[in-house]
């Protein structure tokens, strides 16, 4: 039987340089739940290293939590990546700081924190997360989808590091599985903003690098299950599964 799953596909964690250290692994699954979220993905800047902590603190919980990573191409583009499995997330982790260089300064960029279930810190990750790989577009596009990953070009209607603000065009038959737009926009805007990507499924997310902006966005989709395999068909439109703008 379908029903209406709340999902945010975009939260970051203390391991990402712009956001606050108090986004721990258990305090996002508390405030994820607090804010009846039934679906969120862990997408912090280039890495994946507190996704297995969030999995854990969600734990024996009501909430399903997606590996992911939010991916800086060459082109500066930035776009979530989400996995239905920690040894996928692994393999995209590898391919990226392969393709990453340069070394975080924690007085201009912030803090990057490994931190477990239990608040504990586990390491300082000193490469550049902020910083872009140098893959292309398209390169990394297919390196997720051959992972078996979904591909969600992050908030389209920003002005700096969105497909659209350095590409300046979406082509049709760029294999992105859905786009994301802020709450700024929202989804209803965004149909009539962008009418040219009516193929498209559109999502929203909180993006949040802060606890209190966890669910303050978030889509409503209609599936059996909270499974990768039921994401593809409902932003593919199939089988009565689908986002509901």
């Known amino acids: 039987m379908l029903k209406v799953f709340h ?30 979220l039934d679906v969120i993905a862990i997408c912090d800047h280039n890495s994946s290293e507190n996704v297995p902590y969030v ?3 969600s734990q024996g ?11 800086t191409t060459i082109e ?12 996928a997330l692994e393999s995209m982790q590898e391919y990226v700081y392969r393709h990453l260089t340069g070394e ?23 490469k550049l997360l902020i910083g872009a790989t140098d893959i292309s577009l398209n390169v990394l596009l297919d390196y997720v989808h051959n992972l078996n990953g979904l591909a969600i070009a992050a ?6 590091f969105s497909v659209l603000s350095q590409l300046g065009f979406i082509d049709k038959d760029m294999p992105f599985d859905a786009l994301e737009v802020t709450p700024f926009t929202g ?32 889509t409503k989709i ?17 089988n009565g599964r689908r986002i509901l703008e």
């Open 7 to 36: 999902c945010d596909f975009h939260i970051h964690t203390c391991l990402s340089p712009c956001a606050e250290l108090d986004m721990h692994p258990r305090a996002i699954a508390e405030k994820a739940l607090a804010a009846k």
């Open 55 to 57: 999995i854990t603190a």
């Open 61 to 71: 919980k009501n909430l399903k939590v997606f590996p992911g990573m939010e991916i």
């Open 76 to 87: 500066e583009v930035h776009f979530v990546a989400i996995f239905d499995s920690m040894s």
């Open 104 to 126: 975080n300064d924690e007085k201009r960029f912030g803090v990057q924190a490994v931190v477990n279930e239990k608040g504990e810190v586990e390491a300082i990750n000193e």
């Open 155 to 160: 908030h389209i209607d920003r002005e700096s």
């Open 187 to 218: 989804l209803a805007q965004a149909r009539i903003f962008y009418p040219e990507l009516e193929n498209y499924s559109f999502i929203t997310s909180s993006d949040a690098h802060y606890l209190k902006d966890i669910g303050t966005a978030l």
């Open 222 to 238: 209609m599936l059996e299950e909270p499974t990768l395999t039921e994401l593809k068909m409902a932003f593919s439109r199939q």
